[in-house]
């Protein structure tokens, strides 16, 4: 079908964005910044889905959307850019969240990265970024983005969401408080998950909502840098109960802006994962390039396989086994790293 009215570039431009132009605090001026603002998003589950979309939408131009993770039933309820099929396929949730971007938004670059972020990758995966929005599950990752942002004084904004509640802060390296001089260590003991506590999609959408305005006025700069929120905010939908705590300045003594010790940067790659609750392992101990045709052939005696382009799946009772391009496994069945790697080393290779 075509367009029934042929505009110029400038023309279209003005007309898709016309109502965030008009909204006086973005306006033409802050519409062409966000064009060309660039924005990772570590982590595509239900916060990083509906941030990919709000951001998508509103015309910043290059998101970059990472995740090491694939498509589930489970995901559905609340992780807004999957559908059924996706599900179906096991699609990795970059791949998804970047073709369903695309289909409303082809306007703007949506990259697509299948891979984890660890000390040996972050520096590839977050390079020339302007922005970081946190869409991961785990305090790990959050610490290690942390240290790479304050390091190389990119602002990024911590966002969480669990049972009917969720969380943010808005982290400008040297200027507010990073996430070290909040938390100096991840929180002990019981922590709740997703899997634990459950989540409302509403609570996900809330803080996302939160976290992608904040981004939005990073990228427009200027008058807007003075809106940004300088305390950690919470919010339960459930309860009606709030809580911020000030965050407007370095904490003295801060091991991560004040003694610039990345401790998290420095750390050694992590061979194992144990996913969020999930009852799944994760191995990546190095880069195994995967013939996916040859495994395939290979893994068909020993249970059920398929694969596509980005995934194979093999299928050993009571075991289920991912495997990425890179080879790079997500075994579930089992939350025991022995047993994980050594199915890995029987069936993969050692
Ligand atoms: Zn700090």
Redesign the pocket.
């Known amino acids: 079908m075509t367009s029934l009215r042929q505009g110029t570039e400038k023309e279209k431009f003005e007309e898709r964005y016309s109502r965030q132009i008009l909204f006086r605090g973005i306006g033409a001026e802050g519409q062409l910044r966000l064009a060309a603002g660039r924005v990772a998003i570590v982590g595509c589950g239900a916060t990083g889905s509906a941030v990919a979309s709000l951001l998508a939408r509103a015309g910043v131009g290059t998101l970059r959307i990472i995740d090491r993770d694939y498509v589930e039933a489970s995901n559905l309820q609340r992780q807004s850019l999957f559908d059924e099929r996706d599900a179906a396929e096991s699609l990795p949730k970059a791949v998804a969240a970047a073709r369903k971007i695309a289909a409303f938004n082809s306007e703007i670059v949506a990259e697509a990265r299948v891979d984890d972020v660890t000390p040996a990758t972050v520096n590839a995966l977050l390079d020339e970024m302007d922005v970081i929005l946190d869409g991961t599950d785990n305090f790990e990752t959050r610490y290690l983005v942390n240290d790479y942002a304050?390091k190389n004084t990119i602002p990024w904004i911590y966002a969480a969401a669990v049972g009917s509640y969720g969380v943010s802060l808005n982290v400008l390296p040297n200027r507010t408080?990073?996430?070290?001089?909040i938390f100096p260590d991840a929180p002990g003991g019981m922590v709740e998950t997703c899997e634990t506590s459950g989540i409302l999609n509403s609570a996900v959408n809330m803080v996302a909502s939160i976290a992608a305005t904040e981004a939005l006025k990073m990228l427009v700069g200027g008058e807007a840098i003075e809106r940004l929120r300088k305390t950690l905010w919470s919010f339960d939908v459930w309860k009606n109960e709030q809580a911020e705590i000030a965050a407007g300045y370095?904490?003295a003594g801060?091991?991560?802006?004040?003694e610039r010790d990345f401790v998290h940067l420095a750390g050694e790659g992590r061979p194992h994962i144990t996913m969020c609750g999930r009852n799944s392992v994760q191995i990546h101990e190095r880069a195994r390039p995967i013939d996916f045709a040859e495994m395939q052939r290979r893994l068909e005696t020993h249970g059920m396989v398929r694969h596509n382009e980005f995934v194979l799946k093999f299928w050993r009772e009571p075991y289920e086994m991912t495997l990425f391009p890179d080879g790079r496994a997500i075994i579930k069945g089992t939350t025991d790293t022995g047993i994980a790697r050594s199915l890995y080393a029987q069936y993969v290779g050692s």
Do not use: F, I
């Open positions: 304050v408080a990073c996430l070290s001089c370095p904490r801060c091991r991560t802006c004040g």
